[in-house]
């Protein structure tokens, strides 16, 4: 029976991976690095740490490692100005919804995301209160596909991973959930998705209905 609904966050609640595109390349042309959009793709899912390694190995660049600790924390001060502009318009299509529906058939909702911001950018958006528990950067030491974030979730919230189905848009977190023997839902593209258990583009082509499904099962 699924009692549980845990969410990522970037490109499944929000899409802030545009902020992170800006933030990364802003950094990039600093280095003298040709950074795009294609690039980008590389970096999702990625820590801040590792993604940087990928931007200087683009650019066939060896920094000094105080340079290195020096250019993560400005890339996190640059995305930081971005997210202070959030509202709710940057929720991701009917995701309000399903939150209200997962709600109102008391299901618990928790987040399971890479990002350190994860709470601001909820309290940002509105949807904070929705979760029963977060679990962010903060209080993870390894990253997906280790399901390390969404079994600290389970924990959290007190229930049996088994309970739990996981929302997710990176091939990694489909990864982190099926390794937790959760039930795994992709957002996004089919073909890159396949491992999930069920893909949809967006929460706009899943009804109530497949939810309360879940719910029942």
Known sequence: MITTYIFDLDGVIVDTAKYHYLAWKKLADELEIDFTHEHNELLKGVSRVRSLEIILKLGKKEILTSDFERFLIQKNEDYLKYID????????????????????????????????????????????????????????SKAK????????????????????????????????????GMLSIGIGDKATLNEADYIFTDFTQITNEFLQNLENN
């Open 85 to 140: 502009k959030m509202d709710a318009s940057e929720i991701l299509p009917d995701v309000l919804g399903k939150l209200k529906f997962i709600k109102s058939i008391n299901g618990k909702i928790v987040l399971g995301s890479a990002s350190k911001n994860a709470k601001p950018i909820l309290q940002k958006v509105g949807l904070i209160e929705f979760f029963d528990a977060i679990v962010d950067g903060n209080d993870v």
């Open 145 to 180: 596909p280790d399901p390390e974030v969404f079994l600290i979730g389970a924990q959290k919230v007190n229930v049996n991973p088994l309970e739990c189905v996981v929302f997710e848009d990176a091939v990694a977190g489909i990864q982190a959930a099926n390794i937790a």
